[in-house]
């Protein structure tokens, strides 16, 4: 029994590290050109407001619908996900398809790769705004 605690604590640790590596490898400044078609809706950095979408400062590891004075759809406050980069990344591709009742208009991303810089860049801001 003690082995398969064992076991499974050493796969988390190493699904953990991997989906970290997995943020880092990818090109943050890429990432930061395709958040382009975001910022008709949200905003990240030092001074970020919510607009028509929330703040996006420390959005990755934070859990869904949680922006102070942000009116989130009900489907999306009771979502119950926090945005990890696999939850995120589905999102991004299809917001409909990952919270039915989101009242993100954005079809998604297409490219996989595009998804991949934009998380990288999103994981440079803290809560605050300021970049790790």
Not at 22 to 37: I, L, M, P, S, Y
Not at 48 to 77: C, E, F, H, I, M
Not at 78 to 87: K, N, P, R
């Amino acid at each position: 029994m003690l082995k398969s605690y064992a076991i499974a604590a050493g796969a988390a640790v190493f699904t953990l590290v991997a989906s970290t590596f997995a943020v880092q490898a990818q090109d943050a400044e890429a990432g930061e050109k395709v958040f382009a078609k975001c910022r008709a809706c949200h905003m990240i950095g030092e001074g970020a407001r919510n607009t028509v979408g929330p703040v996006l400062n420390g959005v990755v590891g934070r859990p869904a619908g949680s922006v102070a004075d942000y009116n989130y759809s009900d489907a999306n406050k009771g979502s119950g996900l926090t945005w990890d980069g696999a939850t995120l990344k589905e999102y991004l591709k299809n917001p409909k398809a990952k919270v039915p009742g989101t009242k993100m208009i954005f079809a998604g991303l297409p490219k996989d790769e595009d998804i991949d810089n934009v998380i990288a860049f999103l994981s440079h801001y803290d809560a605050s705004g300021a970049k790790k």
